[in-house]
């Protein structure tokens, strides 16, 4: 799936008629598949274009930002296996995190900023499109 951006303001969070998307007590927005009902609100909210219908249980799925890693202290699967290093996880609550140097002297910014979601997932060197 498309990396979610696990924004402060989420249209998915506000437009779920049952609470399935919701947003964990640390700021990561999540699905509980149980109660999705595969209504798409959420899809048709995401102006990222983050969400999909799984074909198989016919509930909303995402990047969950590998939740049940990150929790254990790990990092995601896709932090872990990029061999660049083009993908960083950071603690934005926590000033002694390294994330803060690297926002500090890079250029970054997040997805379509007009649309004030709080987008939680940071580019550098972004050029404006996501392909």
Do not use: W
Not at 66 to 87: D, F, M, S
Not at 104 to 124: D, E, F, I, S, W
């Amino acid at each position: 799936p498309k990396l979610c951006n696990h924004c402060a303001h989420s249209p998915c969070v506000q437009v779920c008629p049952v609470g399935a998307t919701f947003e964990s007590p640390d700021g990561v927005v999540l699905v509980d598949k149980d109660y999705c009902l595969g209504c798409r609100y959420c899809v048709q909210a995401c102006p990222y274009g983050c969400r999909f219908i799984d074909p198989r249980t016919h509930s909303v799925d995402k990047c969950s930002l590998c939740y049940h890693r990150i929790t254990k202290g790990l990092t995601t699967a896709c932090c872990e296996v990029c061999p660049t290093g083009a993908r960083t996880l950071g603690d934005l609550k926590d000033p002694s995190d390294p994330i803060h140097e690297f926002l500090r002297t890079n250029m970054v910014q997040v997805l379509k900023p007009q649309m004030a979601t709080g987008a939680k997932v940071y580019y550098a060197d972004l050029d404006g499109s996501v392909r």
